[in-house]
Nanobody
Framework: QVKLVESGGGLVQAGGSLRLSCAASGRTFGSYAMGWFRQAPGKEREFVAAITWSGGTTYYADSVKGRFTISRDNAKNTVYLQMKSLNLEDTAVYYC?????????????????WGQGTQVTVSS
């Protein structure tokens, strides 16, 4: 069992930055791949980024590549999403998720545990 709690969301102006954190409980955090997804009003949940259990490989959606960075600290049971050059289209609820194979991927239905989400709102 892994419990995930996101934090760091908020209101930011376009062009600004935010760093999201996802704190995990459970001694097996280091064996899970972690992903970030987001869901905007009226839209389906979409993949943002993922990182393997070791942190050695990362994956990004094309829409955030070069602007967002996913990282993890297994000693702190935490995964981060650094977001830069935010634009209006980044407004959404952001969710972190844990995936038991440790390899990570972009399919939401393949993740085993989810957090409650944190709101990110980008204003013009």
């Amino acid at each position: 069992q892994v419990k995930l709690v996101e934090s760091g969301g908020g209101l930011v102006q376009a062009g600004g930055s935010l760093r999201l954190s996802c704190a995990a409980s459970g001694r097996t955090f280091g064996s899970y791949a972690m992903g970030w997804f987001r869901q905007a009003p009226g839209k389906e949940r979409e993949f943002v980024a993922a990182i393997t259990w070791s942190g050695g490989t990362t994956y990004y959606a094309d829409s955030v590549k070069g602007r967002f960075t996913i990282s993890r600290d297994n000693a702190k049971n935490t995964v981060y999403l650094q977001m830069k050059s935010l634009n209006l289209e980044d407004t959404a609820v952001y969710y972190c998720a844990a995936e038991s194979s440790g390899l990570g991927h972009a399919r939401a239905d393949g993740y085993d545990y989810w957090g409650q989400g944190t709101q990110v709102t980008v204003s013009s």
